[in-house]
């Protein structure tokens, strides 16, 4: 049996009333309740979920999958090995960003660094050609001071929104030694721990090249009542050593992650990829103004912030059942 095929028993079919916001949270649960099952691998499902409600969108430009129609998303999954929906899912967001770089390549090579308005020509021609930017300004959650938003026009699911910036601190590394040194403690949540042990620190994000969509450390974590619409999805920058498969180089100097210190051949032996990073994948419609929201998923066993609300423990407690230092 197909490690998802156990989870497709329970029905996660919507009622035919339902909206697509409505359709999407009750489809990307289930996925969450399957037993037995890490949360990376879980979280591969619901990417390549949403990246199939993507690939409808841009094919269909209007409207939205039917029940039917997103029952087949359900059916290919199903059918699929965890290796074949993990490079689907890798494949998929790496057409995104070699997308997005192409269009901030076109548009900085077109741009005079020293007009006086260049951040917002920038913004606004990356709107034109992206449909999109991200934008830093005051949040709206009351104990927040800055958050995330969307400007430009609306974005659909499995839209990559955001790529968290900074150092990236490589397994091999994470001692305690290491730890206490240079990344703790992390008062303002900056550090992205992604699930196979290398961390991003979001405070290191000036020490790494620009890119306007480099801005994910900055997003927050959903108040009371309130749910996330952003998804965080490990992503490598491919880096075949045999240059089979290599994101553009062109388009690198946009990567806005550089390593702390260099992966060696013995303790990183996987050498396929460029950069590895985390990006921010639109789990929910969003509209224009909207601020992102991401689960920040902290460690159940850790006594949390007065600010910080339980959005899903199952995710939380899988997540850090898997990471250790």
């Known amino acids: 049996m197909n490690f998802v095929s156990k989870f497709f028993g329970k029905g996660a079919s919507a009622t035919p009333k339902m909206n697509l916001p409505a359709i999407v949270s009750n489809a990307l649960q289930p996925f969450q309740e399957m037993e037995n099952t890490t949360q990376d691998k879980i979280d591969v499902c619901k990417g390549v979920y949403l990246m199939k409600c993507y690939d409808w969108k841009k094919e269909h430009f209007s409207g939205d999958p ?119 403690p992390d008062d303002h949540y900056y550090l992205m721990a992604r699930m196979d042990g290398c961390v991003i620190d979001g405070r290191t994000s000036h020490k790494t090249p620009y890119n306007p969509y480099g801005i994910g450390h900055m997003v927050n974590h959903p108040p009371r009542f309130t749910e996330p619409n952003v998804l965080q999805l490990m992503f490598d920058f491919p880096g075949d050593p045999w240059g089979i498969d290599v994101f553009p180089e062109h388009l690198q100097t946009y990567i806005p992650n550089l390593y702390a210190k260099k992966p060696t051949l013995v303790g990183t032996p996987d050498r396929s990829a460029l950069m590895r990073t985390v990006v921010l994948v639109a789990s929910k419609p969003i509209a224009p103004g909207d601020e992102l929201l991401m689960d920040y998923r902290l460690n159940p066993a850790i006594e949390a912030p007065s600010w910080y609300v339980q959005v899903d423990e199952s995710s939380s407690k899988k997540r850090w059942e898997q990471v250790f230092y």
């Open 66 to 184: 039917s029940e039917a129609e997103v029952k087949l998303f359900y059916e290919d999954i199903k059918q699929s090995s965890f290796n074949d929906l993990q490079a689907s899912l890798y494949k998929s967001i790496n057409a995104q960003m070699e997308s997005l770089f192409e269009n901030i390549h076109i548009t900085v090579q077109e741009l005079d660094e020293d007009l006086p308005n260049y951040d917002d020509e920038l913004a606004n021609r990356l709107i034109q050609r992206n449909n999109f930017v991200v934008e830093v300004k005051k949040s709206k959650i009351p104990q927040a001071q800055l958050g995330v938003f969307n400007r430009g026009t609306h974005v659909p699911l499995g839209q990559v929104m955001c790529i968290c910036p900074g150092l990236v601190h490589l397994p091999q590394y994470l001692t305690n030694e290491y730890m206490d040194k240079y990344l703790l």
